[in-house]
């Protein structure tokens, strides 16, 4: 499957107002080399494995697979994982006829709250909230896996 998404900061939390859920999040990488990442997530009280492949040139589409797994396999797949595990609350926030995933950060990238949109095509038009901030597609520094080795609040 492909996933197309565009990220955003966030300059507010208006979003909290608005969002229909909010989830607490830990997650790890099997492998984050750049061609495929290998994600091993905790997300409430389910876990999950990724993988996701290279990144197209814009930063907006790539390949990911995931597989529910049990939070027990999950619990020992974190221990395996590379150094510098992550800790987020991830609200979901639908605005039109989309929903944004705004995860706010802790621990080494508190500070950090990044909203997401996942699109069905990369030129698809969507809806722009107010607290939303600059666009930072394709920005490696902000994906996950790299937050995980250098966090924000070491830039």
């Given at each position: 499957?492909?996933?197309?998404?565009?990220?955003?900061?966030?300059?507010?939390?208006?979003y909290?107002?608005?969002?229909?859920?909010?989830?607490?999040?830990?997650q790890g990488?099997l492998?984050?080399?750049?061609?495929?990442?290998?994600?091993v997530?905790?997300k409430g009280?389910?876990?999950f494995?990724t993988?996701k492949?290279?990144?197209?040139?814009?930063?907006?589409?790539?390949?990911?697979?995931?597989?529910?797994?049990?939070?027990?396999?999950?619990?020992?797949l974190?221990?395996?994982?590379?150094?510098g595990?992550?800790?987020k609350?991830?609200y979901?926030?639908?605005i039109?006829n989309?929903v944004?995933?705004?995860?706010?950060?802790?621990?080494?990238?508190?500070g950090l709250?990044?909203?997401e949109?996942e699109l069905?095509h990369?030129n698809?038009?969507?809806?722009?909230?107010?607290?939303?901030?600059?666009?930072?597609?394709?920005?490696?520094?902000?994906?996950?896996?790299?937050?995980?080795?250098?966090?924000f609040?070491?830039?």
């Amino acid at each position: 499957m492909i996933e197309i998404e565009r990220k955003f900061l966030v300059k507010s939390d208006d979003y909290k107002s608005v969002a229909s859920s909010k989830t607490r999040i830990v997650q790890g990488f099997l492998n984050t080399d750049p061609n495929r990442t290998v994600r091993v997530r905790i997300k409430g009280e389910l876990g999950f494995i990724t993988v996701k492949g290279k990144s197209n040139t814009s930063g907006t589409s790539r390949f990911e697979w995931e597989k529910e797994i049990s939070v027990e396999d999950a619990e020992n797949l974190l221990k395996l994982c590379e150094k510098g595990i992550l800790d987020k609350y991830r609200y979901e926030v639908p605005i039109g006829n989309h929903v944004y995933e705004v995860d706010e950060f802790y621990d080494e990238n508190e500070g950090l709250t990044v909203a997401e949109i996942e699109l069905n095509h990369e030129n698809e038009s969507f809806d722009k909230p107010a607290w939303l901030g600059i666009e930072v597609t394709g920005e490696v520094k902000y994906y996950n896996s790299q937050l995980s080795k250098t966090p924000f609040n070491l830039w």
